[in-house]
Nanobody, 120 residues
Framework: QVQLVESGGGLVQPGGSLRLSCAAS????????MAWYRQAPGKQRELVAV???????NYAESVKGRFTISRDNAKNTIYMQMNSLKPEDTAVYYC??????????????WGQGTQVTVSS
């Protein structure tokens, strides 16, 4: 079965950095578009960053210049390097993968999430 397993979350001070990872299994990873979403308490889940099969990336305006999404097809893993973290980045971060023919904003598979807390 499809599994997406996130790791790397934790507590960090404002201005600090974290790197999230999402390891995929049960899919042909290299043909999946992948993305990171996040959901803060009391808010809707929002798209943070997307990386296509070909490596094209897109980011939410709120994280541009601070977050970098990448993928390693040999390891079936995506990453998100998060720098200059702010308290408003506090959320549960979710990995998502979409198979060919499915737009990632409309469908796909979810991971279980990893908590990121930015606080002094």
């Amino acid at each position: 079965q499809v599994q997406l397993v996130e790791s790397g979350g934790g507590l960090v001070q404002p201005g600090g950095s974290l790197r999230l990872s999402c390891a995929a299994s049960g899919i042909i990873f290299r043909i999946y578009d992948m993305a990171w979403y996040r959901q803060a308490p009391g808010k809707q889940r929002e798209l943070v960053a997307v990386i296509s099969v070909g490596g094209t990336t897109n980011y939410a305006e709120s994280v541009k210049g601070r977050f970098t999404i990448s993928r390693d097809n040999a390891k079936n893993t995506i990453y998100m390097q998060m720098n200059s973290l702010k308290p408003e980045d506090t959320a549960v971060y979710y990995c998502k993968g979409a198979p060919p023919g499915v737009q990632i904003i409309q469908g796909g598979y979810w991971g279980q999430g990893t908590q990121v807390t930015v606080s002094s």
